[in-house]
């Protein structure tokens, strides 16, 4: 089992960066695929990045390609979400998720991860 804990988020203008971090405890951290996911009120909960046990291999929404980068670092059991150039829409609860298989046919979606942290709050601003 592993439990994750989101940090980073926050208040940012349109056009600015924040860089999300996901804790991750336990020692098998480097055996999981990591992916975020948010939540924008009255929406549902979509996918953004993923990125494969060893951090070679990652995946983006079209929302967000080119503007955010996953990576990790698994000697310190964290995944990393740096946003650049946000926009408004960008706006939502951000939460990572863990999962023990990453198909690469179904990253995008929530019922493939069996972890998930509680969120942290990103709010962009015009």
């Known amino acids: 089992q592993v439990q994750l804990v989101e940090s980073g988020g926050g208040l940012v203008q349109a056009g600015g960066s924040l860089r999300l971090s996901c804790a991750a405890s336990g020692r098998t951290f480097s055996s999981y695929g990591m992916g975020w996911f948010r939540q924008a009120p009255g929406k549902e909960r979509e996918f953004v990045a993923a990125?494969?046990?060893?951090?070679?291999?990652?995946y983006y929404s079209d929302s967000v390609k080119g503007r955010f980068t996953i990576s990790r670092d698994n000697a310190k059991n964290t995944v990393y979400l740096q946003m650049n150039s946000l926009k408004p829409e960008d706006t939502a609860v951000y939460y990572c998720?863990?999962?023990?298989?990453?198909?690469?046919?179904?990253?995008?979606?929530?019922?493939?991860?069996?972890?998930w942290g509680q969120g942290t709050q990103v709010t962009v601003s015009s």
């Open positions: 990125i494969s046990r060893s951090g070679g291999t990652t």
């Open positions: 998720a863990a999962t023990l298989v990453l198909y690469s046919g179904r990253y995008y979606l929530d019922a493939q991860y069996d972890y």
